[in-house]
């Protein structure tokens, strides 16, 4: 839970008069606020401390990180504090135990907490979706869709762990296809889906983030892009929409609404800050730093192009409910649950709720 740094004692009264100078000083300081000489919010007690799930360099916290970098969690008034895990199903595993406030990651695992009759709900968004299958150097495949994925029928598939997004969203495609979810075997191969492919350890892979246009520079081919509607088979139903998005447990946003909306706050002005053209420059630069150093040009670019396509703060509400709708298909959860049990009120919905919140 976030704690709330209370200043202790207040304005002492006092029979003692300012002189002009000392009074006019203190008016001007008052009066300008955060101008040439800004008041310390960690100094006058008014951050707020609030605990983070991150994946660093992967864009699933991307904004975050953002915010971290830039101080727009300290001028939101929060003292961010992070902990590091490798997937989807650690950071809901941190968020229910109480590790940190907001964990990060793809709807699934927080469908699958809250269906067990977990009070858990999303309060902003990350990115919209990000994953692509794809198949390993080599391994030749029907080009459309849904003779691409039936191929895949006894063949291993690299997700980042069991039980994760990765794993859920290959078994989406899979029952989209006409397949059961055991006709194909799965592998947790962390952060080293390229590896794997590149090496044979497995067939196919749900990468994300860097993984995306690095697998597919050493010859890895895509089966299914799901980030937008143009190359994503339709029949799916989740192509373009939000995905990654940060959730809270419900006690803890019920007893701090302040800090959820610093958070906000914060989040939106990173998103907006990437977006804005007068930091292009900046921004793909930040987006570079996630692909290894001795990247092609090519390469840095196409990421960084893909990156700033997919980061948004936020997360429609019928995006949330077509999620509740596939994993329920996809046996994550076990029945349809109403959207407003895990999309918090006040979650921006659209880049105008975002720019809103920066006001």
């Not at 809901?92 to 927080?110: M, R, W, Y």
Request: with cysteine; aromatic share 6%; proline share 5%.
């Amino acid at each position: 839970m976030g704690r709330v740094s209370s200043p202790r004692g207040g304005i002492m009264r006092s029979n003692r008069i300012l002189s002009p100078t000392l009074a006019g000083a203190l008016l001007l300081a008052l009066g300008t606020g955060i101008g040439t000489c800004p008041i310390d919010a960690r100094a006058a007690g008014r951050l707020e401390t609030v605990r983070f799930t991150v994946q660093p360099n992967t864009l699933v916290t991307t904004l975050v990180e953002v915010a971290l970098q830039q101080k727009f969690f300290e001028q939101a008034g929060v003292d961010a504090k992070t902990v590091t895990v490798a997937h989807g199903p650690a950071a809901v595993t941190a968020l229910a135990s109480g590790s940190v406030d907001i964990a990060t990651n793809a709807p699934e695992v927080f469908l699958a907490l809250a269906g067990k009759g977990q009070s858990v709900k999303l309060i902003a968004g990350q990115t919209k979706q990000l994953g692509v299958l794809v198949a390993r150097p080599g391994l030749q495949l029907p080009a459309q869709f849904p003779a691409s994925v039936q191929a895949l029928k006894g063949k291993k598939i690299g997700v980042t762990a069991l039980s994760s997004a990765t794993q859920y969203l290959a078994i989406t495609m899979m029952t989209a296809a006409g397949l059961a979810a055991n006709d194909a075997s799965f592998v947790a191969v962390g952060t080293g889906a390229t590896q794997a492919l590149v090496n044979g350890v497995i067939d196919a892979g749900f990468v994300t983030g860097p993984q995306v246009v690095v697998s597919q520079s050493l010859g890895a081919k895509v089966i299914v892009d799901l980030r937008t509607t143009e190359n994503c088979p339709a029949q799916l139903g989740i192509c373009g929409i939000g995905q990654v998005g940060m959730w809270a447990m419900g006690d803890w946003i019920i007893k701090n609404p302040d800090a959820v909306g610093k958070v906000r706050k914060a989040i939106a002005r990173a998103d907006v800050f990437l977006h804005d053209p007068a930091n292009a420059e900046t921004a793909r630069k930040m987006m570079y730093a996630h692909v290894p150093a001795d990247s092609t040009d090519k390469l840095k670019n196409e990421y960084a192009d893909y990156a700033l396509t997919v980061l948004s703060a936020a997360f429609a509400r019928k995006d949330l409910e077509a999620w509740i709708g596939i994993d329920h298909k996809a046996g994550v959860i076990a029945a349809p649950m109403p959207v407003a049990d895990v999309y918090a009120q006040g979650t921006p919905e659209n880049f105008e709720d975002v720019r809103s919140l920066t006001r």
